[in-house]
């Protein structure tokens, strides 16, 4: 240390006159102050020696007053030296506090968030124990409509066997009918055979009638001739009676010629009722002239011969008579046949594959085994249907909540991203105010090593620096941690979003070709509902047929 207050003066010999320094400088040589008095030469007097002493001390003087003079201002000049360092480790000091207060800031800031994200991740975990919850309680909802879906297959499968068995049933039932109807149309062809027989005998016997009447009458006009002749009385009543008997023959002609017809014309019942009436009359008249006739004739020796023959033809008579109304059933029966043929030949017809009526028992049965076929692949393909529809229903609400997860897990990384951006965003500005701190304390290591005198001074700077910068590794460690556990989380957030785009992709797949494979089934559907509509109609219109046939 350079002490401020000089030595005291020694006090001027009044015999040595005032000399000023330019005038010792003039007269005496200079001395250097270092050089000891010794060194000067011997021949010198004392005296001078004396004021050569004096001479030293005062430039001696002079040289640590300017020693000191330039010791000061090099001090003064250090003082503010150290001053302005010092107001400069004080604004670097305001400053790391700044910092160090808003380092510290941040870190609470980081706190929050760390607490907000622990916060979100408890919500995460109960909004995920939640999705559990729903979807094992899906799972039971599941696994009940599985339940009910076997107990509804079970009774479906009960619906079949019935169907089954009612089938069974109706082809008994038909095959009785079948049955029937050959029996029927076997006593069919022997009544209508039997009616042939009976109406060509009755037509024989018809012509065998006429005959014998048309030569009786001739006889008649005979022996009218010869009582013309034996009667010459009653020749004005017998050219009457020839008269009318011309008549008669005239009448019996047109009736020969109707009744002719008739054998070779099947007439409608009321012109054989005319008919019949016309021969009622015609027989009458024919009586009336046989009795006036009998009676003119009472002497005529054939008399009882004609009347047994009048007999005769009565009771002929009486028998055509009886055998009309049978005639007109026969033809009623006849017509019924034959309009029955004719409709049981255009069925024949119309039925594709049947060529003759042994052929339809054969056609039944194939078409029945067909509709059968036919209802049976219905039921399978409308069970399928169902199945692909409850397929298609599970799927798309597992598309839905795969999208649904999928938006949640986008929007999870989207925040986890903005997360991420932000942590590396505070650990770059935290690395640069660590390098920036560690700029700092490395400079005020180089200036403790350079000034050892301000060690009290910057110590406790250098202390709070390094602690701060402890405390900032130790954040910028913790942040860096939290940004690696953030990046796996995004990781593991992105795999899953690719398998919940797998499994949508799979799902819409999979829902496509439901989609395809139930319009294939919905037009076969179509197509063997068409078919099993129009064989039912075709079986409903034969069984109708069937029972009109059996009514009748």
């Given at each position: 240390?350079?002490?401020?207050?000089?030595?005291?003066?020694?006090?001027?010999?009044?015999?040595?006159?005032?000399?000023?320094?330019?005038?010792?400088?003039?007269?005496?040589?200079?001395?250097?102050?270092?050089?000891?008095?010794?060194?000067?030469?011997?021949?010198?007097?004392?005296?001078?020696?004396?004021?050569?002493?004096?001479?030293?001390?005062?430039?001696?003087?002079?040289?640590?007053?300017?020693?000191?003079?330039?010791?000061?201002?090099?001090?003064?000049?250090?003082?503010?030296?150290?001053?302005?360092?010092?107001?400069?480790?004080?604004?670097?000091?305001?400053?790391?506090e700044a910092e160090r207060k808003?380092?510290?800031?941040?870190?609470?800031?980081?706190?929050?968030?760390?607490?907000?994200?622990?916060?979100?991740?408890?919500?995460?975990?109960?909004?995920?124990?939640?999705?559990?919850?729903?979807?094992?309680?899906?799972?039971?909802?599941?696994?009940?409509?599985?339940?009910?879906?076997?107990?509804?297959?079970?009774?479906?499968?009960?619906?079949?066997?019935?169907?089954?068995?009612?089938?069974?049933?109706?082809?008994?039932?038909?095959?009785?009918?079948?049955?029937?109807?050959?029996?029927?149309?076997?006593?069919?062809?022997?009544?209508?055979?039997?009616?042939?027989?009976?109406?060509?005998?009755?037509?024989?016997?018809?012509?065998?009638?006429?005959?014998?009447?048309?030569?009786?009458?001739?006889?008649?006009?005979?022996?009218?001739?010869?009582?013309?002749?034996?009667?010459?009385?009653?020749?004005?009543?017998?050219?009457?009676?020839?008269?009318?008997?011309?008549?008669?023959?005239?009448?019996?002609?047109?009736?020969?010629?109707?009744?002719?017809?008739?054998?070779?014309?099947?007439?409608?019942?009321?012109?054989?009722?005319?008919?019949?009436?016309?021969?009622?009359?015609?027989?009458?008249?024919?009586?009336?002239?046989?009795?006036?006739?009998?009676?003119?004739?009472?002497?005529?020796?054939?008399?009882?011969?004609?009347?047994?023959?009048?007999l005769e033809e009565k009771g002929?008579?009486?028998?055509?008579?009886?055998?009309?109304?049978?005639?007109?059933?026969?033809?009623?029966?006849?017509?019924?046949?034959?309009?029955?043929?004719?409709?049981?030949?255009?069925?024949?017809?119309?039925?594709?594959?049947?060529?003759?009526?042994?052929?339809?028992?054969?056609?039944?049965?194939?078409?029945?085994?067909?509709?059968?076929?036919?209802t049976m692949k219905v039921g399978?393909?409308?069970?399928?249907?169902?199945?692909?529809?409850?397929?298609?229903?599970?799927?798309?609400?597992?598309?839905?909540?795969?999208?649904?997860?999928?938006?949640?897990?986008?929007?999870?990384?989207?925040?986890?991203?903005?997360?991420?951006?932000?942590?590396?965003?505070?650990?770059?500005?935290?690395?640069?105010?660590?390098?920036?701190?560690?700029?700092?304390?490395?400079?005020?290591?180089?200036?403790?090593?350079?000034?050892?005198?301000?060690?009290?001074?910057?110590?406790?700077?250098?202390?709070?620096?390094?602690?701060?910068?402890?405390?900032?590794?130790?954040?910028?460690?913790?942040?860096?941690?939290?940004?690696?556990?953030?990046?796996?989380?995004?990781?593991?957030?992105?795999?899953?979003?690719?398998?919940?785009?797998?499994?949508?992709?799979?799902?819409?797949?999979?829902?496509?070709?439901?989609?395809?494979?139930?319009?294939?089934?919905?037009?076969?559907?179509?197509?063997?509902?068409?078919?099993?509509?129009?064989?039912?109609?075709?079986?409903?219109?034969?069984?109708?047929?069937?029972?009109?046939?059996?009514?009748?």
């Open positions: 240390m350079i002490v401020r207050t000089p030595p005291p003066k020694r006090p001027r010999s009044e015999t040595m006159p005032p000399e000023s320094p330019s005038a010792a400088g003039s007269d005496r040589r200079m001395v250097i102050y270092e050089d000891s008095p010794l060194a000067a030469p011997l021949h010198e007097s004392p005296q001078q020696q004396h004021s050569d002493h004096l001479l030293c001390t005062y430039q001696c003087r002079q040289m640590v007053k300017s020693e000191f003079l330039d010791a000061l201002s090099s001090a003064e000049k250090q003082v503010c030296d150290y001053q302005s360092r010092f107001e400069t480790m004080n604004e670097n000091f305001s400053k790391v808003k380092f510290l800031d941040q870190f609470l800031y980081a706190e929050q968030e760390l607490a907000a994200a622990k916060g979100r991740e408890q919500a995460l975990q109960e909004q995920l124990l939640k999705e559990v919850n729903d979807y094992q309680e899906r799972f039971r909802k599941q696994i009940q409509s599985q339940s009910d879906l076997e107990v509804k297959l079970h009774n479906e499968m009960n619906l079949r066997l019935k169907a089954e068995s009612s089938v069974a049933s109706a082809e008994e039932k038909t095959s009785v009918l079948e049955r029937k109807l050959n029996h029927i149309s076997e006593s069919i062809e022997r009544e209508k055979k039997r009616l042939h027989n009976e109406i060509e005998q009755l037509k024989r016997e018809s012509k065998l009638s006429v005959s014998r009447i048309s030569a009786d009458l001739e006889r008649m006009e005979c022996r009218a001739k010869n009582a013309e002749k034996e009667s010459d009385l009653l020749k004005e009543q017998l050219d009457n009676l020839k008269k009318q008997l011309t008549e008669c023959l005239h009448q019996k002609n047109e009736v020969e010629q109707k009744l002719s017809s008739f054998t070779f014309q099947e007439d409608s019942s009321t012109d054989s009722n005319i008919l019949v009436k016309h021969l009622q009359e015609e027989l009458r008249n024919y009586e009336a002239e046989v009795r006036e006739a009998r009676k003119l004739r009472s002497s005529h020796e054939n008399i009882e011969l004609l009347k047994e023959k009048l002929r008579r009486e028998r055509a008579e009886a055998e009309l109304p049978k005639l007109q059933e026969f033809q009623m029966s006849m017509k019924k046949l034959e309009d029955e043929l004719s409709s049981w030949k255009l069925m024949i017809s119309e039925i594709p594959g049947v060529s003759c009526s042994e052929d339809i028992p054969v056609k039944f049965a194939a078409l029945q085994k067909e509709v059968i076929d036919s399978d393909a409308s069970a399928r249907l169902k199945q692909l529809e409850v397929a298609l229903d599970t799927a798309l609400s597992e598309k839905q909540n795969a999208e649904t997860e999928a938006a949640l897990v986008k929007e999870k990384a989207a925040v986890s991203k903005s997360e991420v951006k932000r942590i590396e965003l505070m650990l770059s500005m935290v690395t640069e105010e660590r390098d920036k701190l560690r700029n700092l304390l490395n400079e005020f290591k180089r200036m403790k090593n350079d000034e050892a005198g301000d060690e009290v001074v910057s110590g406790t700077l250098v202390q709070e620096l390094e602690s701060s910068l402890a405390q900032k590794e130790f954040c910028i460690k913790e942040m860096e941690s939290s940004l690696h556990v953030q990046k796996e989380v995004n990781t593991r957030q992105y795999e899953e979003i690719k398998l919940l785009n797998e499994k949508l992709n799979n799902e819409a797949r999979k829902i496509k070709s439901l989609e395809r494979e139930g319009d294939r089934l919905r037009s076969e559907i179509a197509l063997l509902e068409s078919k099993v509509g129009a064989k039912d109609i075709l079986s409903i219109s034969d069984i109708v047929v069937i029972h009109q046939f059996l009514c009748s």
